[in-house]
């Protein structure tokens, strides 16, 4: 398909299922962003998360996002309880102008459904010449280390640093093993996910998808994924007076809706400190990235681009049953 073409399917399906044109908009062009980057678990494969999220009735579908300054360098978009595109879209532009300002600002986006990649946000800023973090928590799937109950969300931390005149360097990751969505496309293809990524319901590890998704997760790196995966619940939820993990799953009662709370994002402009001499230092954060270059090693990030420029130029390729599932939903055979 080319990616007009998904696109204008991302659109239909999220129209025909009830979404306002803005929001659609929105959603869309971060799941043609998704699949145009190599990103299955998070390319169109999520309209069928979102449509059954929709279905739900447990996001708005034509909330309007409202934008506040709670301070100087603060910015809060209170999303209505619709997905997080649109109230992102609505708080970037102040996003930016405070840390332009500021050196430094925050914006926290409250009541928002998130199903989708972090990094759309976090290449937003540095497209604007600002380092960016993003953290979000999800429901709670994944067991703390050393222990096998959900506590965590799949909980994402996103960074980017700008690259004057390249693609920037960014990194966006969940603190679980890796992405739910990653498990559900093993259980739809019916393959086996390696015995470190979760457990069954009786805290065993297995490696059957269908039994992780109904146990527990696993955090990655041990308990350093699992401390990392607490700050995300602590800064993108009561810091921000918003969900926990544990919060969303109780709240969503069972329906399989998208988690429901907050994500909080850091933008910090290197001009701030540097005045004068940015580019003296962001030449030497390039050397730095030269020496993981030069032995081989590759940049975060690396493959999305790479795979952006070949899917820009000859399109992407759907998988048949994820394209026969989507087809489905524009005619309501779903
Ligand atoms: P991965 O474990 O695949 O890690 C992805 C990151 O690591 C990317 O930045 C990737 O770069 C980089 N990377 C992977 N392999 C290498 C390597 N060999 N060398 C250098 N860098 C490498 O991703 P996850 O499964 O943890 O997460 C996937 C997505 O799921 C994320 O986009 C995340 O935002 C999303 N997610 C969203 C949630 C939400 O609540 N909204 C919850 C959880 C996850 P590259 O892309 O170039 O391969
Ligand atoms: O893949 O873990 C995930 C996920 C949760 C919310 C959005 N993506």
Redesign the pocket.
Known sequence: MTLDEVRDLARRVLAGAGLSADHAAAVAETLVAGER?G?G??GVYRLLVATRTIATGRVSTDAVPVVREPAQALVRVDGGGGFAQLAFERGKPLLIEKAKAFGIAALALNNVV??????PEVEALTDAGLVALAF?P?HAWVAPAGGTEPVF????I?FGWPRPGRDPF?????T?A?????IELHRRAGKPVPDDWGYDAEGRSTTDPAEVLAGAMRTFGGHKGSALAAMVELIAGPLIGDRTSRESIAADEGAGAS?LGGELILAIDPAGFLGASVAEHLSRAEAMFAAIEGQG?????????AARRRSLAEGVQVPAALHADLMALTTGDA
């Open positions: 980057d990103c678990s998070h998130h199903f989708a990649a972090l990094w979000t999800s969300g799949t909980n994402p996103a960014v990194f966006d990751f969940a679980s890796v992405a739910r969505g990653e988690p090693a590759r940049l975060p990030g690396a493959r999305r681009y």
